[in-house]
């Protein structure tokens, strides 16, 4: 069944363009709602990765690379179409070949079941002695695969089927991250890396708890992996928004505080990792009071979004045939300041100044300040 949503939902998402196209509905809400469900869908689509391979609330280090696996080349290609305003896609890419993978994956569960995610066959067929590297690697597996599981008591015996996908995955994603890097650096200079700020500054946190927080991480697995969606989804809609109505990115997210706050307090140690039930200094409470804040606070700007595209547009959100009777338009005039103008069906026209910052042209990437 889930193999199976993922490869509806693929074709859907390649068809609403055209869709969109072809009866002449083509609108920015149509691009954030297109791009915004992608977003979401990635942390998602991860978990059902983590559900297919079996992968528990003992594995935090792989729950959060599968994560980032995915979350990585879907900021760094939205940051890049934030730049030079196209979207491009490497030859294998997450909203074609990627979610075919992950529905592979769920098929391959349903027929062979979890525990073949769990052997050794890719390893023995690939890195161990008589296999294609014939050993050369063996080394390096071992020190990845203790980054997965404790095995001090075992022994190493090989990467699992399901670390060796999740490597895999790392590996393309932070392959293609620095190639966006480089294209994107060599064009609009090294102040464009500001923009990354947001999403590095996620990953250390994600990572940080994850190293100090190990119990609080284990027993709100769930919930952590909400708030990294979350928060991952607002800074990628955030970029959506600067790139469609040409204004500048502000690296400094609102949202991204209580993070840092929680990062730093976990290293210095003033939050417990055991679960205390009197305690408001408790790990796992922090992280629910902050799962409740991130969805607040991105649910009300998301309507205020909505609503603010629709009433400029004229536009209906979920109403691609009725007209409003009000629009709004902006026009420059003199000091700087913007004009919005609304017109009523009726003919007659309301002004009211809307005070802006005045437009400049950024050196870095030519864009307007609004």
């Known amino acids: ?66 994560l980032i696996s995915s979350a990585i080349p879907f900021y760094f290609s939205t940051w890049e179409e934030y730049y030079t305003g196209a979207l491009v896609l490497p030859v294998i890419n997450g909203p074609s070949e990627g979610l075919i993978l992950g529905a592979s994956v769920s098929f391959f569960t349903g027929v062979f079941g979890v525990e073949a995610w769990h052997g050794y066959a890719g390893y023995d067929a690939v890195f161990a002695e008589g296999g294609v590297t014939g050993g050369v690697f063996a080394e390096h597996a071992e020190f990845v695969g203790g980054l997965f ?22 590996f393309c994603a932070i392959q293609e991250a620095i190639l966006k890097c480089a294209s994107v650096v060599k064009t609009y200079g090294v102040k464009s890396l500001l923009n990354l700020l947001p999403f590095v500054t996620l990953l250390t946190c994600a990572l940080t708890v994850g190293v100090y927080l190990p119990n609080s991480m284990t027993v709100n697995l769930r919930s952590f992996m909400f708030l990294f969606g979350i928060l991952f989804v607002e800074q990628v809609t955030a970029l959506m928004l600067a790139h469609m109505t040409l204004c500048d990115m502000m690296p400094m997210r609102v949202i991204l505080f209580p993070a840092v706050l929680v990062a730093i307090c976990s290293y210095c140690g003033l939050l417990s990792d055991n679960v205390d039930p009197t305690s408001w200094l408790d790990g796992t409470k922090v992280v629910l009071m902050y799962l409740g804040f991130a969805l607040t606070f991105v649910g009300f700007k998301f309507i205020v979004v909505i609503s603010e595209i629709t009433e400029c547009l004229g536009i209906y959100c979920f109403d691609i045939m009725t007209k409003r009777g009000d629009t709004v338009e902006y026009v420059k005039i003199k000091g700087g300041k913007a004009k919005a103008t609304t017109k009523a069906a009726s003919g007659g026209a309301e002004e009211k100044k809307v005070t802006t910052r005045k437009a400049t042209r950024s050196s870095s990437r030519g864009r307007k300040r609004a």
């Open 1 to 66: 069944m889930n193999g199976s949503c993922m490869l509806i939902y693929q074709t859907l998402d390649n068809m609403d363009g055209k869709q969109a196209r072809r009866t002449g509905s083509s609108s920015p809400l149509g691009m954030l709602f297109d791009h915004g469900c992608d977003a979401i869908n990635s942390p998602l689509g991860s978990i059902n990765w983590c559900v297919a391979m079996g992968i528990g609330v003992n594995q935090p280090f792989a729950v959060l690379w599968t």
């Open 149 to 170: 599981e404790d095995q001090s008591g075992s022994g190493f015996r090989g990467l699992k089927n399901y670390q060796l996908l999740i490597c895999l995955a790392a």
